[in-house]
């Protein structure tokens, strides 16, 4: 079965860290490019961060988190990372991981949930 | 306010057909012709129903069908069905490996 598991989410307080893990199954990871997708409670969908195949070694990041976000991926561990750090309120929100299908988002796992509060 | 503008809601009855429009403002939509939509129930994690702008991905049902014209594009759902409430998202490649995604809308079958 293919599936994405996200894990690593939690409560932090602002200016804090956390590290996101996604754990991918049931297709061949290391052959697709990654993205990390974030929704606000109760607001629309947001990219945030996209990682090329190993062979091709490229991070892309939306405004909003870059230079306080890394993505990494590690093949042999058929798993897919987000360093959150500088976290601020609204970086509150379920951070989804999903393979990239050319131009879309084809597989997502089920989220983990990132709250940022005192 | 999202470079990709959705209407807030939209409505129809079972049977019927709708039709929600993406409308680019600060990313051009036929830029790239990379337009996706996703459908989300709630609290269930977004499901592609839409890829570059018309084709259905393997298990998608062909009453769901998208186009552009000019910077805008449309999800036309067919056939309305009570499982298709949801919410809706269009989402574009905006080059160098970004996306934009509009603010989503609320469909709701009366």
């Known amino acids: 079965e293919v599936q994405l598991v996200e894990s690593g989410g939690g409560l932090v307080q602002p200016g804090g860290s956390l590290r996101l893990s996604c754990a991918a199954s049931g297709f061949t990871f290391t052959t697709y490019p990654m993205n990390w997708v974030r929704q606000a409670p109760g607001k629309g969908l947001e990219w945030v961060s996209n990682i090329r195949t190993s062979s091709e070694n490229m991070e892309y990041y939306a405004d909003s988190v870059k230079g306080r976000f890394t993505i990494s991926r590690d093949d042999a561990k058929n798993s897919l990372y987000l360093q959150l750090s500088g976290l601020r309120a609204e970086d509150t929100a379920i951070y989804y991981c999903?393979?990239?299908?050319?131009?879309?988002?084809?597989?997502w796992g089920q989220g983990t949930m990132v709250t940022v509060s005192s | 306010q999202s470079a990709l503008t959705q209407p807030r809601s939209v409505s129809g009855s079972p049977g019927q057909s709708v039709t929600i429009s993406c409308t680019g403002t600060s990313v051009g939509v036929d830029n790239y012709n990379r337009v996706s939509w996703y459908q989300q129930h709630p609290g269930k994690a977004p499901k592609l129903m839409i890829y570059d702008v018309s084709k259905r991905p393997s298990g998608v049902p062909d009453r769901f069908s998208g186009s552009t014209s000019g910077n805008t594009a449309s999800l036309t759902i067919s056939g309305l069905q009570a499982e298709d409430e949801a919410d809706y998202y269009c989402c574009s490649y905006a080059g160098t490996h970004t996306w934009v995604f509009g603010g989503g809308t609320q469909l709701t079958v009366l």
């Open positions: 999903a393979t990239d299908y050319g131009y879309a988002f084809d597989i």
